[in-house]
């Protein structure tokens, strides 16, 4: 009888032995795969500051080259236009060159536009020349042929926010101009940039406090053509013609008619070549301050 009970007691104890075993294995399991599901997630996602969540956008340019090669309908090709990094939340007006070193950089704004774009951007291929495009959001949304067609080119991007507004902003609208324009530009052309370029040149309405915050370049121009109220391709001409050494053109690819740039443009880069200018891109516009900075360029 005693053995009995004892066997039974035996049999309980392991029965119960065997069942701890098993919620400890499908316990820990359990939580083995919260935890790297969450890490997959935070490795997908990053640690998103703005709402709109661009989980491509965390993977470097050398995984996503790997990974997603060129294709000319998906935001894949992926490129970053930056400053040199000395530039980060910085503003740049334009860069001191010696009176020797000729360089200025070309800009387009509020593009891309229908027609216009496409003419510019013929007269650069003509000419050989590199530029600089700082696009709108909606116009991006509204014209994505015209926008890869930049990009198709070689040129480099900028942001330009999606209203072009003038108006005080608080941070959270102002990262939404800003955030709704570089999400809009990477998925169409697969571009990312740092560059940005304040609607009107205005530096107080909250728009650049928050591209500070986030480490872009702040890029104004220190030759205005004023091609968006002059309507004679001559004045805008002599306008750009003031430009010096290290200088940012402003011209004007969209909002609005822009025939007088078009039919300016070919004419500024005649002159300019004349006068001995060559052209290059606002990121290497300030690579060549840099280059300025170094002791052997401080000692020539
Ligand atoms: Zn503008």
Redesign the pocket.
Known sequence: MKTRIKKIRVKKNFFWRRLILISLIIGSSILTYTLLSKRNQQELFGQAQYPIQMPLNTFSSEVLNQTLPFQTEAPVNSISFNAPSNFAGTVVHDIKLPKTEKYVALTF??GPWPNTTDQILKILRQNHIKATF?M?GQNVKAYPVQAKNVLKDGHVIGN?TWH?WYMHMNPQLAASEIESTADIIYKTTGAKTTLF?P??GILNNGLVDYAKNQNHSIILWSADSEDYRISSASTLIQRVMKVAPGGIVLM?DG?GNRSHTVTALPQIISKLRKKGYKFVTVPELLELQNKQQTPTAATN
């Open positions: 704004d509020d700082f709108i330009h072009h370029r609607p009107g004007h909002g």
